[in-house]
């Protein structure tokens, strides 16, 4: 589709929410990135406005929405693009006012809290002619792009089987506003986690005939409905079966990736490590940022024969550098709406026949 460029030369943009989002993804990379220019930054949490004013002391800060859009509106602030690092329930709002604007739009996943939230995200953008891309940053994962590298080279034969799992051991929960919202506000890991995975696999795999879904509740079912252990199977129209766990009481997490197929397999374990090296403060600059070391690589082969892989190097900077030649010359969105909300309406469609279990 095409879109309206920004002709400033730099994207100055403005993110909305420094938690784990804001803080530890898009600040760093937005930063890291000369095409962009870091202009407002939004919390109403003093702690982390604090943070922010410290590591970015270009940016204004802003306790709220409200406080930002009723800068831009008095002409006192111009912004090209908001990036949307709040709960899903705020999204679409933020984005029905961002567009009405012209502003362009990144949309942390969850894409929204339901489908037709989103696709109505996508309808307005459309008709503004707006660029709405959602972070799928996983895409870039290291681990990933290894997948994708064996895939193209047919070193397993034909797939038969793909387990992918995000499996932690965190009993007392996220400590955050996950703990608390209900599915209708967007909770859950089907939605939070399963994004990603879903996406992935479908990223790997192409359309999915058939799902079914377990989802668990282990906390007070009175203070949310939502899922803390979640179960997806995933027939694709291709014929490959993808079982996908999502589960944050997970005292030995299972291997992240067991792909199989008919002449070999791959197995690795443990989660990409560009998240815990951007809040580490290593930045995408760095020669060691998204590289695993030996000891971490996956192994590819059969039973005793199999041998370690090196993995690709993970590329979460891609994502705004494609969304950089996306605005600026008028390239395609680094990821596409529309496969967000194929994701989201998936999801939907689990929750609509697969009830939250109370343990």
Not at 190 to 212: R, Y
Not at 249 to 264: D, E, I, K, S, V
Not at 282 to 288: E, K, Q, S, Y
Request: proline share 5%.
């Amino acid at each position: 589709m095409l879109h309206t460029r920004v002709t400033s030369g730099i994207i100055r943009t403005a993110l909305v929410g420094f938690g784990i989002s804001g803080q530890v993804f898009h600040a760093p990379l937005l930063a890291g990135n000369s095409h962009f220019s870091l202009e407002a930054i939004v919390t109403g949490d003093a702690e982390r406005s604090q943070t922010a004013q410290q590591r970015y002391p270009q940016a204004r800060l802003f306790a709220s929405w409200d406080d930002l859009i009723h800068r831009i509106d008095d002409g006192k602030l111009a912004i090209d693009l908001i990036v949307l690092g709040t709960p899903p329930a705020l999204h679409a709002r933020q984005a029905h006012e961002a567009t009405e604007r012209n502003i362009h739009l990144v949309v942390d996943k969850p894409f929204a809290a339901n489908a037709d939230c989103a696709a109505q995200m996508i309808a307005e953008a459309e008709q503004a002619s707006t660029v709405l891309t959602v972070f799928h940053n996983r895409r870039w994962d290291g681990d990933f792009l290894t997948l994708k590298r064996l895939l193209a080279e047919e070193k397993l034969g034909q797939v038969r089987s793909f387990e992918s799992r995000f499996e932690w051991w965190r009993p007392a929960g996220f400590g955050n506003w996950r703990d608390r919202v209900t599915l209708a506000e967007g909770g859950g890991l089907l939605l939070d986690l399963g994004s990603h995975l879903i996406d992935q696999a479908i990223q790997l795999f192409g359309p999915v005939l058939e799902a079914t879904a377990e989802l668990t509740r282990y906390s007070d079912p009175h203070l949310s409905d939502s899922d803390e252990d979640a179960f997806v199977s995933l027939l694709h129209e291709n014929g490959v079966r993808s079982r996908l766990w999502m589960n944050g009481q997970a005292a030995q997490p299972a291997p992240r990736f067991h792909l199989l197929g008919n002449q070999a397999a791959f197995t690795c374990w443990g989660l990409d490590n560009q998240e815990p090296a951007l809040a580490s403060g290593i930045l995408p600059g760095d020669n060691t940022y998204g590289m695993t070391p030996q000891t971490q690589w996956g192994s590819l082969g059969k039973e005793e024969t199999s041998q370690p892989i090196p993995h690709e190097r993970g590329n979460y900077p891609a994502f705004y550098q494609q969304l950089a030649r996306a605005l600026l010359e008028g390239d395609d969105a680094p990821v596409d709406a529309h496969e967000a909300l194929t994701v989201l309406r998936l999801i939907d469609d689990l929750h609509a026949r697969f009830r939250v279990r109370n343990a």
